[in-house]
C-alpha cells in the first residue's frame, strides 16, 4: 500500500524568502508522485509531476521537486516566494490509487 | 474549455434530507472520483468510477452513494445527510485509472461546501 506524509501543516515564511515544503511516500512499488495547489475558494490543480528520467522536476509558477528514492521524498521548493503563492499545497502518490498527504498551508507574510 | 463542473458550488441542508452534488467533465475522462476535504485531514476519497457503470468504495464510503451511467456525469448522492458529513467536496477525473501505465493527473473540480444542520 501507498501513503503520503506531509511533515508541515502550516509554513509561514516571508516575501522573497526561499521555501521548502516536505513530502515522503511510502510504497513497495514503483509510483508517480505529484504536487497540486488549492488556492482560496478553488479546486486542487497540479503544479508539477514526477513520473521517470530526470529527479529534479520543475513546475508552474518557479516551483520546482526533487525525487530521492533513497529517502521516498519529493520535496518542494521555490528560490524566492510571492504573495500570491499563499495556498494549500498537497504531495500525491499514485500506485492502483491517487493517495494524498493532509496538506501543507503555507502564508507568504509581506 | 476543459472543466469538471460541480454543482452546486454551496449547499446547506438539514439533517435527513436527501440531496444530490452533480459532477460533470468534459474531457472524455474514463476515471472519476469523489473527495472529501476536512481540517488536518486532507483528502479522502469515497468513490471513484473506472468507467461507465463501474464504480467502487473509496476510504470514506459510509453514507454516499454514486452512479455512473454516462461517461462524463458522476453524481454523488446523500440519501439521508447528516452533519458529520458537513465537509468540502470535490469531483476530480483522469485520463485513465491510476496505475503502473497510467501518466495522467487529476482534473478537479472547484468544489461543493456542504453544511448539514
Known amino acids: 500500500a501507498q501513503s503520503v506524509t506531509q511533515l508541515d501543516s502550516q509554513v509561514p515564511v516571508f516575501e522573497e524568502a526561499p521555501v521548502e515544503l516536505r513530502c515522503n511516500y511510502s510504497s513497495s512499488v514503483s509510483v508517480y508522485l505529484f504536487w497540486y495547489v488549492q488556492y482560496p475558494n478553488q479546486g486542487l490543480q497540479l503544479l508539477l509531476k514526477y513520473l521517470s528520467g530526470s529527479t529534479l522536476v520543475k513546475g508552474i509558477n518557479g516551483f520546482e521537486a526533487e525525487f530521492n528514492k533513497s529517502q521516498t521524498s519529493f520535496h518542494l521548493r521555490k528560490p524566492s516566494v510571492h504573495i500570491s503563492d499563499t495556498a494549500e499545497y498537497f504531495c500525491?502518490?499514485?500506485?492502483?490509487?491517487?493517495?494524498f498527504g493532509t496538506g501543507t498551508s503555507l502564508t507568504v507574510i509581506p | 474549455e476543459a472543466q469538471v463542473t460541480q454543482n452546486p458550488r454551496y449547499l446547506i441542508t438539514v439533517t435527513g434530507k436527501k440531496l444530490t452534488v452533480t459532477c460533470s467533465q468534459n474531457m472524455n475522462h474514463e476515471y472519476m472520483s469523489w473527495y472529501r476535504q476536512d481540517p488536518g485531514l486532507g483528502l479522502r476519497q469515497i468513490y471513484y468510477?473506472?468507467?461507465?457503470?463501474?464504480?467502487d468504495k473509496g476510504d470514506v464510503p459510509e453514507g454516499y452513494k454514486v452512479s455512473r451511467k454516462e461517461k462524463r456525469n458522476f453524481p454523488l448522492i446523500l440519501e439521508s445527510p447528516s452533519p458529520n458529513q458537513t465537509s468540502l467536496y470535490f469531483c476530480?477525473?483522469?485520463?485513465?485509472?491510476?496505475?503502473?501505465?497510467?501518466?495522467?493527473?487529476?482534473?478537479f473540480g472547484e468544489g461543493s461546501r456542504l453544511t448539514v444542520l
Open positions: 476530480a477525473s483522469s485520463l485513465s485509472p491510476p496505475g503502473p501505465l497510467a501518466t495522467g493527473e487529476l482534473f
Open positions: 500525491a502518490v499514485t500506485g492502483n490509487q491517487f493517495y
Open positions: 468510477s473506472m468507467n461507465v457503470e463501474v464504480t
